[in-house]
């Protein structure tokens, strides 16, 4: 699934650079976009310790923000020029198992793709764990 | 809603130095607690240029970090001694209007509070527009 | 907000009437279209106790059904001749307290309306209890 | 995933019966329990005309109240002593494409299973079409 495809006209570096410029936050983080195809995209922020929250565990805004910039990332890939203005509606979050410190991965792909609208799928791990940690959809109205 | 009352058991102040100690990226944003009660709480977050996306709109992640932030103080005002350890299990958050550039400011009210879980809605707005900008419903499974 | 407007074009009795001919299923269990207004829509499915689940209360899907049918309600006061066609893209629903057996009673409201997408919210209960039983949001596509 | 285990110590059909009997409405639609297992269960709800919706596609309750009872199968499955009793707290249903006529088969599928809280997935489709109808997430508190 996360593997570049001849379809891929931007790579995940690019997808990576784009993300880092338009959302400053994820370059406080330290944002890395690793994999991005035509119906998948990979990104991971790096441990700190200061996402931890009491019990050790992984902080749900740090989950969250990773899930969120992966499926931004997908939708670049999908159509940097119209889809940088993508409005998210919904975001949806089950949190799944405790994720124990480590880098964050996050792993979307394509549910729907209609004109109007996208719905797209997230898992998020933990490198400290093979366990999901979240599962997140999201909703994109599309320009 | 978002004023003390003779139940409340500890304050804005000290909700907020336990979840800046507990959360250390809600210190680094500068996090403010304003207001806790039996049933609600408030809380905002500066606003900083770094958090815009393109279309200068607040992006998602920020919103969401202040909503769960708002549940957050919320779950410590009703019982700081067991709630630190409460976890997320589900975080759904529709966006409603743009965010346009502001303090954000969440309002948390419990929706249902059982032995065994929490249902928590959140109101995010910024300071730059009335309108709602997301409305995040949150579940809680408590210690 | 449930009460009729003078921009109310379509009345309670014709938004029933096209929704229990659209929807033969809601005629078979005698929904009752109460009120429509520019904003708000509420509807009624009569109680049997077929509709009941283990444990005496009444199952989640009836109540999920009422919900549905006041939205649907309300997509048709907005504008029936183009919503009719509305497709619902997302529907959640948060279960709050126990449904005790009685008439479902569901009130609708708009919480965004755009010209592609409209976001409703629909509070259900019972007669037999004034506590919320449901919090459904719902998101729609509009043609 | 939706076979029996030497682990499973209810079958289909009972669990079909249990259903039915507990659920009268589900009785009514002729729902069938197709598998079960120690972590899936599927069933069926027989097409009907007075299913549909303007436009000719399945209405959404009809593909909730298959999900619904495809989760409360996998349940009993799971521990049909204790898991009648099982609260649903939240159910969010994605729709992905059109439902076309036709029998419904809803797939659950363990998503987590903790002492107190159990998180199930649901694949909602027609007999119609190979395509994702549904994509549904329910959250249940356990006795």
């Known amino acids: 699934m996360n593997t570049f495809t001849t379809q ?3 790579s995940a570096a690019e997808v990576q650079k784009l993300i880092r410029v338009g959302l400053p936050v994820t370059d406080d983080q330290g944002l890395e976009v690793t994999a991005v195809s035509h119906d998948a995209a990979s990104v991971r922020i790096p441990y700190h310790p200061r996402q931890l929250r009491p019990g050790d565990s992984m902080s749900g805004p740090v989950l969250m923000a ?5 499926m931004y990332a997908l939708l670049l890939a999908l159509g940097a020029d119209q889809n940088e203005m993508a409005l998210t509606s919904q975001f949806n979050c089950h949190f799944l198992a ?3 410190p480590g880098d964050v991965i996050a792993d979307a792909r394509v ?3 209609g004109r109007r609208m996208a719905v797209l799928q997230v898992e998020v791990r933990t490198t400290a764990r093979d366990d999901l940690a979240a599962l997140v ?3 994109y109205v599309l320009p």
Chains 1, 2, 3, 4 share one sequence.
């Open 8 to 10: 891929t006209l931007i």
């Open 98 to 100: 405790r994720a124990l």
């Open 137 to 139: 959809t999201g909703t």
């Open 111 to 113: 549910l729907r793709q």
């Open 66 to 70: 990773a899930a969120d910039a992966a």
